[in-house]
């Protein structure tokens, strides 16, 4: 076994403690992190921290993706909005529960688009759609989504993204309104969401 995959594999089975969800363990367990972060940070790939990707931005711990992951109940053939691609590690683990064709992100910085498209392409998630747009604006053609979520913060859960989400779907994203909780969201039969904190986060801001 090489050696990112033995860490790999023992990344996995730390996280055992915090999620429970086998398919999301599993998830973790496949993504070759390393690939996704920077070159001079890939020693750190398998550490259970955030990593600086550039620009300012961070790539989250690979617990709070799990979590993130838990708490959306992902299944196969569930069509995801993702806002905020980052480094695209997060879309990878995604795309490894709901099929990778189901996966659509945006990202603000158009080069970094660029960037983790070939990324995706070049670890066998080439089938993960990215946009380089503003997020609040979401990504009408393919919704509505069964899950929408965000990687950055927001005030709120932006109107046009409760919109493009269907109904009984769920939304989550850490929100930020003086300190950032995360805030999971079913949206009802009105329109309206039904919100659940699951406690307090650290996100880089929604441009
Ligand atoms: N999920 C990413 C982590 C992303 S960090 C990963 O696994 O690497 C948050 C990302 O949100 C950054 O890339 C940032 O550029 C992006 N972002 C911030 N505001 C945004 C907006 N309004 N629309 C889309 N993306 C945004």
Request: a negative charge; aromatic letters at 6%; glycine letters at 10%.
């Amino acid at each position: 076994m090489a050696d990112w995959d033995r860490q790999r594999s023992r990344l996995s089975d730390r996280l055992r403690e915090r999620v429970v969800d086998e398919h999301v363990l599993a998830a973790i367990a496949s993504v070759p992190r390393h690939r996704f972060v920077p070159e001079d940070k890939r020693h750190a790939a398998y550490a259970d921290r955030p990593l600086p990707i550039g620009s300012g931005q961070t790539i989250s711990a690979p617990h709070m993706v799990a979590i993130m992951a838990a708490l959306l109940d992902l299944s196969p053939g569930d069509r995801v909005l993702e806002i905020g691609t980052g480094c695209g590690y997060h879309a990878a683990v995604t795309a490894e529960l709901v099929g990778p064709e189901n996966v659509y992100s945006v990202e603000y910085h158009a080069s970094l688009a660029d960037e983790t498209r070939e990324t995706l392409y070049a670890t066998g998630y080439g089938g993960v759609s990215v946009r380089a747009g503003d997020g609040k604006q979401g990504w009408s053609e393919h919704a509505p989504y069964d899950r929408t979520y965000l990687t950055c913060a927001a005030p709120d859960f932006p109107t046009l993204l409760v919109e493009q989400t269907r109904v009984g779907g769920v939304l989550l994203a850490p929100i930020d309104d003086g300190q950032q909780r995360l805030i999971r969201a079913e949206k009802q039969a009105d329109g309206t969401l039904d919100s659940e904190d699951h406690g307090g986060v650290r996100f880089v801001p929604l441009q």
